[in-house]
């Protein structure tokens, strides 16, 4: 079985500032784990994935996470925080080898302040 | 490159009618995925599609609810008869061959039942 755990349901930071996102995950096997970002009345789009090679992954908008086995954890963060950064995020897992399903985490949602 | 694509972006029916969604996946893709979102329930997965062939149905609410993909090109999601409490956005998503290959979502059809 497998799952993710977002430990804020909303985080807000002044632009300008850094972003934490916290996730932790739980998997029986090697999981395939991504973050996704929902803006308002979108679909998600994927801003990165890591999938078992290097453990700090760079992605889209100036994002990067970092997967730490030993904590079972896959945080998002970001320097320095832009309005347009302002939506929903998702933490995914998904077991890597043939299953296609994944899990997602309830979201956080990030508010930027002016 | 078109992503996924959608339609309608909105439906508004009454009880009782049939309503068809209607999914494009990302030419190449062979895997087609359909989701549900809501407040109260987040993200759900009701089907998946690998080649055409429907893999996973156990997230299909009720026998209401029905998926079809004819193409490696097109899929719809039927609900008859339609209710109130299956509002909710719509979302189809498709991903490539590699079960590790992140998967592109639409942008989603907003459906409410009256």
């Known amino acids: 079985a497998q799952s993710v755990t977002q430990l804020d349901s909303h985080v807000s930071v002044s632009e300008g500032t850094p972003v934490l996102l916290r996730c932790n995950y739980s998997s029986s096997y090697s999981p395939s784990l991504f973050w996704y970002v929902q803006h308002p009345n979108k679909g998600l789009q994927l801003l990165l994935k890591y999938t078992s090679a290097a453990t700090l992954v760079k992605g889209i908008n100036g994002f990067e996470a970092e997967f730490k086995k030993s904590e079972t954890s896959f945080h998002l963060t970001k320097p320095s925080a832009h309005m347009s950064d302002a939506a929903e995020y998702f933490c995914v897992v998904s077991v890597s080898f043939g299953n296609e399903k994944l899990t997602f985490g309830t979201g956080t949602r990030l508010t930027i302040i002016p | 490159d078109a992503g996924v694509i959608q339609s309608p972006r909105h439906e508004v029916t009454e009880m009782g009618q049939e309503v068809t969604l209607r999914c494009k996946p990302i030419s190449g893709h062979n895997s087609l995925f359909w989701y549900r979102q809501t407040m109260m329930r987040g993200l759900e997965l009701l089907i998946y599609?690998?080649?055409?062939?429907?893999?996973?149905d156990s997230g299909m609410p009720e026998d209401r609810f029905s998926a079809k993909m004819p193409n490696a090109s097109f899929s719809t999601l039927k609900i008859q008869p339609s209710e109130p409490r299956d509002s909710a956005v719509y979302f189809c998503?498709?991903?490539?061959?590699?079960?590790?290959?992140?998967?592109?979502f639409g942008d989603g059809t907003r459906l409410s039942i009256l």
């Open positions: 599609f690998n080649n055409n062939v429907p893999i996973d």
């Open positions: 998503a498709s991903s490539g061959r590699n079960s590790n290959q992140p998967q592109h």
